[in-house]
T-cell receptor, first 114, second 114 residues
Framework: NAGVMQNPRHLVRRRGQEARLRCSPM?????VYWYRQLPEEGLKFMVY????????ESGMPKERFSAEFPKEGPSILRIQQVVRGDSAAYFC????????????FGPGTRLTVL | AQKVTQAQTEISVVEKEDVTLDCVYE???????LFWYKQPPSGELVFLIR??????QNEISGRYSWNFQKSTSSFNFTITASQVVDSAVYFC???????????FGTGTRLTVIP
């Protein structure tokens, strides 16, 4: 049973470009969580999604960031018009139920904005 | 206010020494979960332990042990006979009842010197 998969593992973008980060949850998991880790900091919650629904986006910046988890395919975290301050590691976690103590983390995507 | 405080930013020990990483948390919930994760230089998050608030028994897993003290809101992590491979950033995290996410501390960077 494959774990949570994230791709790409590393992503380089220039200021103003778009970044798309993908997360494939573990098989059978329908709940996905995105976290951001700024350099030298802990992880900060961004958004929680179930299939086709955003449940909690209280940690998501109001502009330029969006997330989706379609019925088919991976969850996508999209950052439009990236700025240097978006450089961070973005982690995805998944759980089989709305029970986050069972969540499993992916390896992360490291975004570098030049 | 920080929900999870890891006051030690960096710790260095010589191989084979014991080391304790401190974690103090803050919550009004009576039911909650506490976690420890390891983040090695490769960057992924490695789950170490999950403990619920009703289980105050200390836990030992090989060279790792955890001391949960509800009276002082602490969940400290001890590595016995440290090894170079233990060098990593260690994060403590809290899940509160009904929350959709984990609250992470800022991490403690442990360096084990050979």
């Amino acid at each position: 049973n494959a774990g949570v998969m994230q791709n790409p593992r590393h992503l380089v973008r220039r200021r103003g470009q778009e970044a798309r980060l993908r997360c494939s949850p573990m098989k059978g998991h329908s709940h996905v969580y995105w976290y951001r880790q700024l350099p030298e900091e802990g992880l900060k919650f961004m958004v929680y999604l179930q299939k086709e629904n955003i449940i909690d986006e209280s940690g998501m910046p109001k502009e330029r960031f969006s997330a989706e988890f379609p019925k088919e395919g991976p969850s996508i975290l999209r950052i439009q018009q990236v700025v240097r301050g978006d450089s961070a590691a973005y982690f995805c976690a998944s759980s089989p139920l709305a029970v986050i103590n069972e969540q499993f983390f992916g390896p992360g995507t490291r975004l570098t904005v030049l | 206010a920080q929900k999870v405080t890891q006051a030690q930013t960096e710790i260095s020990v010589v191989e084979k020494e014991d080391v304790t990483l401190d974690c103090v948390y803050e919550t009004r919930d009576t039911t909650y979960y506490l976690f420890w994760y390891k983040q090695p230089p490769s960057g992924e998050l490695v789950f170490l332990i999950r403990r619920n608030s009703f289980d105050e028994q200390n836990e030992i897993s090989g060279r790792y042990s955890w001391n949960f003290q509800k009276s002082t809101s602490s969940f400290n992590f001890t590595i016995t006979a440290s090894q170079v491979v233990d060098s990593a950033v260690y994060f403590c995290a809290l899940e509160e009842t009904g929350a959709n996410n984990l609250f992470f501390g800022t991490g403690t960077r442990l360096t084990v010197i050979p």
